[in-house]
Structures are given as structure tokens and as C-alpha cells.
């Protein structure tokens, strides 16, 4: 596995690893994923656009340059933009791995930051002191225009371009509530979507506000994910109820279905789902290549045994499948 | 109470400030529907939101493909998603009109930018939230302003017919890509206004000659509405 280095969002010649629950696995190009599923087969992905979420400015204390990574608000509403939670990072960028970057200023309750046009408080520094929770100053229009003009997609050290906001944005993509790109949608494209219907195979959305894949701190990445909010339509519930088997394109949809129990309506997503989750709504995953120890990999040990995970990150290793949001991918079913 | 058909429609129009688009702004926003409109002024955009207040008006230049998302996540966040994409600015090209022989390279690609490339870029960037909108039920469809210079060869309107011949087609090909997807794409005629826009080509016009821009927006209101209704009887749901 090597990192994907190129804002190659949709690359036509992307692969999937398709492990069954018996551990077999078989490789083939993304346009074969028709010929992986079945007819009554209902894929469901998330169609939360990205927002650029990462927004440099001041400490207004200290004077020291910062960036702020937005993480996490308690709804989908799109007129409730001022309170977000928010980790902070020091001087320097996206080029520096999160883990070598600056230590931010210390920050207390009360503290301003100037982001470009954008205001914010520091409300409440959340047990660590980079997590905090901020409020943004002006009518949610204004906090918008701000967060569309200042802001840039976060981004990490494994691609060095600066990313635009069509690189992480989905086909897909609907509503702006992601931190960041719910990347597994990148393997979709409206062609594929055609295939897919033609087989009898059904495709259905909700909405999921993807928050922060790694902070590059070991204290913060272990309280990842936070809460996500969500949104799942009623006529994506039926889907749901009505399906052979369901297959969560992502980790997000995934943690939305199986929090959602089968409703269709809003909900804050706050459990973890790990070796011990017995998973209800799920029967299948299409999701990044991920590495052993980050969040999103300890997910997919609810779909199987670790030694099917050995099998299969051996045969990734092997093959040489791209990893990280712009790489490839897997399709794991569920033992 | 609003009991418009057109009520809760969330629709966006380009080139919302002047002419046909100020028009539809002000009856979309008369019928009770959600509406964004892009312009390139700011100063105009916050005039005419003042003007009808419930309205988000959002400056940006379509033609500008930095501005495309940048104006797609202020519009979906400002709707809460979207049902109608009316592609109405427009820019004529050369100002005053040119044979095509004495067009600068320059004009006519502003004249794509604008009435080309901008609209493909826009309806790309918001295709998912009018699927979305589709699979909810909703009606879901793109209007592209077009003229008939782009169907008849007016000697002086090259550039301005050229790519408005393209957003024609342009438009005629999404609706066969796109009707799967639950997406209509149609392409709307206006004929000669009286516009910002006519008065740049043709200057010395009678007006009493030309079709009020209120005229025309109420037209595409009676099309929105056809359509609706259409997408209600098939869906059996209601769309709003």
C-alpha cells in the first residue's frame, strides 16, 4: 500500500479488492463493480459535499499564526453555522505531516481568532487542549461567505498539491456538511450509476457529516470519529428495509445506518463501531484502502476476523492498491 | 399562507440582477419559491436581495471556474438543496456586434466562458443535489436561456450564436444523459427582449417592439409548473 499522491479524485482505472466472508479474495476494476453485486442489491453512499473546512489566520493573544481544521457541528442545518468544534494546528500547512507540524498557543475560553474575514470565540477547550469548541461571529450568510471564500479543503502531507474544491467534492455531492470528503463516494460516477441501475441493483443517499480522518496527534486520533450528525431520507429507510443486502459505500454510511437503527430522520452519530460492534443494517462495505491503526480500520473488524484482514491487507500490500482517500478500494463483506 | 405550486421550490438563477433574471427573480420569489440568484456585482446582488427580502443573492461570475463551487456550496447551503437550475446570464460578446471576421479571439471566449462553460461547470458542480432532489421526489430540472441566434445564422451575432447554438445542444444531450438519473434539461427561447443585454447589441431598437422580460419569466414559471405537476402525477407523492 502506498499512498495515492496525485488529486486524482476518480481515476478511471481505479481497482477493487472484493474479499468475501470466507476470506477469497478477487481484484477487479472499479468499472466491474456491477458484476461484484447482485440484483436486490441496494448500495447506499453519502452525498455530503465538502466544505473547505481548513482556515488559516491569527491568534489574537499571542499573535501566532494558526489553523483551524473545522471537525464537527451538532447539526446538518445549514442556517445553525456558528458553533463548530474545531482542532487547532500551529504555524506551517498541509506540506508538514500533522504529526511534525507546530504546537498551536495554548488557548483559554474567551480567545478570539481573526480567520481572514471570518471571527471566532473560543468557547470551551474540550480535554485536550487542541480540541476546542468556537463561535463564529454574524448571520449565518456571513459565516458561509467566509467559509466559501477563506477556506481551503483540508488536506494532508501525502499530496503536496493544493487540493481545490472539485477535487473533494464527490459526483454525488449534495450537501455541504462534510469536514472532509466522504472519499469512498469517489469511486461512483454517473456511468457506473447507470450500470448499476440496469442490473437491478438499487442506489440510495444519505447524508453524513464526515469529520477529521487524523490529527497526527496519538490523544486526539484516539477520540476519532467524533459525533457526526446525519441526515437518512425516508424513501433511503424503505430502501434500506427492502434490500437484500445493503452495502455501505463508506465508513460514514456505515456508522449512520447502523446509529439509525432503520429510522429515516436526523441523528448525531456517537458510537464507535470496532471488533466488538454486531452490525444490524450493514451486509457489506466499499471502502478506501486504510491503514492498520487508523479509525477507519478499526471499523472494518466489525465486518470480519482479524486473520480475513491479515489475508487482505497481504494481497493489497502485494498487488500494490493505492491507499488514502484518492486510492482504491475494498469491498468487504460481512462474516 | 402560499398555496403557489411553485411554493417551496428551490430554484437558482444566473444573471439574477438585470433583465430576464431580475424578472425571474421577482416571480419565483412572488410564488412563494425558494430562490438563489448569482451575479457578478455586489453592490447590484444586495440591492435586488434587499428588494425581495427571503431571497439569497450571491456574488460571483459564472464564467470564473475558481468561482463554480465556491457559488455551488453558497447556493446549496442557502437552499438546503435544489430542485430548479435556470442558466440565464449571459454575456454577447463583442461589444458593439462584430462580423465574425472582426471578433477578437478574446470576445469569443468570453462568449463561451460565459454561456458555455459556465453553465456545463454549474450544472456539473450541483448534479447531486438535483438527483438528490429527483430521488426524493422532487422535480429536478435544468432551464438553459438560449436565443435564436443560435438556431439562425444573423450575420454580427457569431459569437453570442455560436455559443448559444452550443448551449442548445449542450442542453439537448444532458437531457438524454440525464433523464435516467431522474434530471430534465430543457432549453427556453425568450425571443427579443427588452434587456440590458439587447440594448448592448442592438441600440437603437423600439422597445414597443420588444417582449417585456416579466412576459418571458412568467412563461418559464408556467414551464416550472408544468413540470411539477408532471413529476407530482408519475411520483404520486407531492413534490414540495
Known amino acids: ?335 | 399562507m402560499n398555496h403557489s405550486p411553485l411554493s417551496g421550490l428551490r430554484v437558482a438563477v444566473t444573471g439574477g440582477t438585470s433583465g430576464l433574471g431580475l424578472a425571474l427573480v421577482e416571480a419565483l420569489h412572488r410564488a412563494g419559491a425558494a430562490v438563489a440568484f448569482v451575479a457578478r456585482r455586489a453592490d447590484r446582488v444586495a440591492a435586488v436581495a434587499a428588494r425581495f427580502p427571503g431571497t439569497h443573492g450571491l456574488a460571483g461570475d459564472v464564467s470564473v471556474k475558481e468561482d463554480t463551487h465556491r457559488l455551488a456550496l453558497r447556493i446549496l447551503a442557502a437552499l438546503g438543496g435544489l430542485d430548479v437550475l435556470i442558466h440565464n446570464a449571459s454575456s454577447l460578446g463583442p461589444v458593439p456586434l462584430a462580423p465574425l471576421a472582426d471578433t477578437d479571439c478574446e470576445a469569443l471566449e468570453e462568449a463561451l466562458a460565459t454561456n458555455l462553460l459556465g453553465p456545463f461547470r454549474l450544472t456539473k458542480a450541483l448534479l447531486g443535489a438535483l438527483t438528490a432532489a429527483a430521488r426524493e421526489g422532487r422535480p429536478a430540472l435544468v432551464i438553459h436561456v438560449v436565443s435564436d441566434a443560435g438556431a439562425v445564422a444573423y450575420p454580427g451575432w457569431g459569437a453570442y450564436g455560436a455559443s448559444k447554438a452550443a448551449l442548445w445542444h449542450l442542453s439537448r444531450i444532458w437531457d438524454e444523459e440525464l433523464r435516467p438519473h431522474g434530471v430534465r434539461s430543457l432549453a427556453f427561447d425568450p425571443g427579443d427582449m427588452d434587456t440590458p443585454l439587447h440594448a448592448l447589441a442592438v441600440p437603437d431598437a423600439d422597445p414597443a417592439t420588444l417582449e417585456r422580460p416579466e412576459r418571458s419569466a412568467s412563461r418559464i414559471l408556467a414551464l416550472l409548473e408544468e413540470h411539477a405537476h408532471a413529476r407530482r402525477d408519475r411520483a404520486g407523492t407531492p413534490a414540495a
Open chain 1, 1 to 335: 500500500m502506498h499512498a495515492a499522491t496525485a488529486p486524482a479524485p476518480r481515476r478511471p482505472d481505479a481497482r477493487i479488492l472484493a474479499v468475501g466472508s470466507d476470506g477469497r479474495t478477487r481484484t477487479v476494476p472499479r468499472t466491474a463493480l456491477p458484476d461484484l453485486l447482485r440484483p436486490g442489491d441496494l448500495l447506499v453512499a453519502n452525498d455530503a459535499a465538502t466544505i473547505p473546512a481548513s482556515l488559516r489566520g491569527i491568534h489574537r493573544g499571542t499573535g501566532a499564526t494558526v489553523e483551524v481544521r473545522l471537525a464537527g457541528r451538532r447539526s446538518l442545518a445549514f442556517d445553525d453555522v456558528r458553533g463548530f468544534t474545531a482542532v487547532l494546528f500551529g504555524a506551517g500547512d498541509h506540506r508538514t505531516p500533522t504529526e511534525l507540524r507546530p504546537l498551536p498557543p495554548l488557548v483559554a475560553p474567551g480567545d478570539a481568532l481573526d480567520l481572514g474575514p471570518l471571527r471566532a470565540t473560543v468557547l470551551e477547550v474540550l480535554g485536550h487542549p487542541r480540541l476546542l469548541r468556537l463561535r463564529f461571529e454574524g448571520p449565518a450568510a456571513q459565516v458561509w461567505d467566509g467559509i466559501a471564500r477563506h477556506g481551503r479543503p483540508i488536506q494532508y502531507a501525502y499530496v503536496p498539491e493544493p487540493l481545490a474544491l472539485w477535487d473533494v467534492w464527490t459526483r454525488i455531492a449534495a450537501h455541504p456538511v462534510a469536514f472532509e470528503a466522504p472519499s469512498a463516494g469517489f469511486l461512483l460516477d454517473w456511468e457506473l450509476l447507470g450500470h448499476l441501475a440496469g442490473r437491478g441493483i438499487g442506489f440510495a443517499t444519505l447524508t453524513h457529516a464526515a469529520g477529521l480522518s487524523s490529527t497526527g496527534d496519538p490523544a486526539l486520533d484516539a477520540r476519532l470519529p467524533l459525533d457526526e450528525a446525519y441526515f437518512i431520507p425516508e424513501a433511503t429507510a424503505r430502501a434500506v428495509a427492502a434490500a437484500q443486502r445493503v452495502v455501505a459505500v463508506g465508513t460514514t454510511v456505515t456508522r449512520a445506518l447502523e446509529h439509525a437503527g432503520g429510522r429515516s430522520g436526523h441523528g448525531l452519530a456517537t458510537q464507535r463501531i470496532g471488533p466488538g460492534t454486531r452490525l444490524r443494517a450493514v451486509d457489506a462495505i466499499l471502502t478506501g484502502v486504510h491503514a492498520p491503526g487508523e479509525s477507519h480500520f478499526a471499523l472494518l473488524r466489525a465486518f470480519a476476523r482479524d486473520p480475513v484482514l491479515e489475508g487482505m491487507n497481504a494481497t493489497l500490500e502485494r498487488e500494490g492498491f493505492r491507499s488514502h482517500e484518492f486510492g482504491e478500494a475494498v469491498l468487504l463483506y460481512r462474516s
